[in-house]
């Protein structure tokens, strides 16, 4: 597997070059990252639009900044930098009394300031920073299974995709593959086979989607490992 464009070469590249592609990367990377802090701001009690709005309304800002590029890879994951701006803007807001109300623009013009303050992201607490890890493991697999789908609609597989999706992670019980042999009208040795390489092609897919957002190669098989981990601990 040739090693991908990661979540900090993109933000190098857009720091160094400011160009529409990179900065377009940098947009969807910061988009793969909504369901979870959109998550965290719901668990500190904000309402679901609420949530939604503050996190569109800080990507946003953050890309019009220049506090993004206060990112540095060497001191830790790339998600715990977007949690902690997070924390600390909001925090920010409620110190200067900005109002947050729906139909209004949340004011998060403070991103720009702090960056010209040379301001840090707040420290991310342990069990706060499990906690929205663990969101975004449940958001890679979702995305991960999503892209397999995506694939077999395009090569005509929908149906039997769907068949055996049970065999993948996210079903407490898989079906027998005697019952799929009879709906499918299929051998049970093909469909072991056809099982194993769906398997195989879901972990190449995930790897690909961790490997971006790891600093280098040899960081794959350690963050796959948490995001194991962390699975196993919420069932």
Not at 77 to 94: D, E, I, Y
Not at 105 to 115: F, G, N, Q, R, Y
Not at 169 to 191: D, N, T
């Amino acid at each position: 597997m040739s090693f991908p464009q990661t979540n900090w070469t993109q933000v190098a590249q857009a720091t160094l070059n400011g160009d529409t592609s990179s900065r377009a990367a940098l947009a969807q990377m910061c988009a793969d990252y909504r369901e979870p802090l959109v998550s965290f701001l719901s668990s500190r009690g904000h309402a679901a639009w609420d949530s939604e709005d503050l996190v569109q309304e800080f990507f946003l800002k953050l890309l019009e900044s220049r506090a993004w590029k206060r990112a540095d890879r060497e001191r830790g994951r790339f998600r715990t930098f977007l949690l902690g701006a997070l924390m600390h803007v909001t925090a920010h807001a409620r110190e200067k009394a900005d109002a947050v109300k729906r139909g209004s623009a949340i004011d998060l013009k403070s991103l720009e300031c702090l960056a010209e303050e040379d301001f840090e992201p707040y420290a991310v607490p342990v069990e706060v920073g499990r906690r929205f890890d663990s969101d975004w493991a449940f958001g890679l697999i979702k995305n991960t299974l999503h892209a397999l789908a995506a694939e077999a609609a395009k090569d005509g597989r929908e149906v039997e995709f769907a068949a055996l999706r049970g065999f993948l992670p996210g079903v407490e019980v898989a079906p027998s593959y005697e019952e799929l042999s009879a709906r499918l009208g299929q051998p049970v040795a093909a469909l072991k086979t056809k099982v194993h390489r769906m398997r195989g092609r879901f972990r190449e897919l995930l790897r690909t989607a961790v490997a971006r957002t790891v600093s280098a190669p040899h960081e794959v098989d350690e963050e796959l490992a948490y995001l194991r981990t962390l699975l196993s601990q919420n069932g």
